[in-house]
């Protein structure tokens, strides 16, 4: 049975790091997208980053671009988000995605979603 799971998140002050990750299972990782997303309260879903099969479509949202760093360790089925400079704003749930499809990045073309997990960047 497939299943996404996250950790890693917390309260941290502005400024701060944090690295989330998404353990998969139950299905063959090296062959679907990963994508995280995060959704704070009274908002849509977004798109944070998000790693093609592989690892050879990388892409980012402006908001998060040159902060935070998605990466891939094929071996142990685990995709990090490695997020910097945090901001109040990067405040959310964070959630990994994964989809079949290479060029996925919008909500609507992952398949298989993991619960989340709380980020609060706050003094």
């Known amino acids: 049975q497939w299943q996404l799971a996250e950790s890693g998140g917390g309260l941290v002050q502005p400024g701060g790091s944090l690295r989330l990750s998404c353990a998969v299972s139950?299905?063959?990782?090296?062959?679907?997208?990963i994508g995280w997303f995060r959704q704070s309260p009274g908002k849509e879903r977004e798109g944070v980053a998000s790693?093609?099969?592989?690892?050879?479509?990388?892409n980012y949202s402006d908001s998060v671009k040159g902060r935070f760093t998605i990466s891939r360790d094929s071996p142990n089925k685990v995709v990090y988000l490695q997020m910097n400079n945090l901001k109040p704003e990067d405040t959310a749930v964070y959630y990994c995605?994964?989809?079949?499809?290479?060029?996925?990045?919008?909500?609507?073309?992952?398949?298989?979603w993991g619960r989340g997990t709380q980020v609060t960047v706050s003094s």
């Open positions: 995605a994964a989809s079949y499809n290479d060029y996925a990045q919008s909500v609507d073309d992952f398949d298989y």
């Open positions: 139950g299905f063959p990782f090296d062959v679907y997208t």
């Open positions: 790693s093609s099969s592989g690892g050879a479509n990388i």
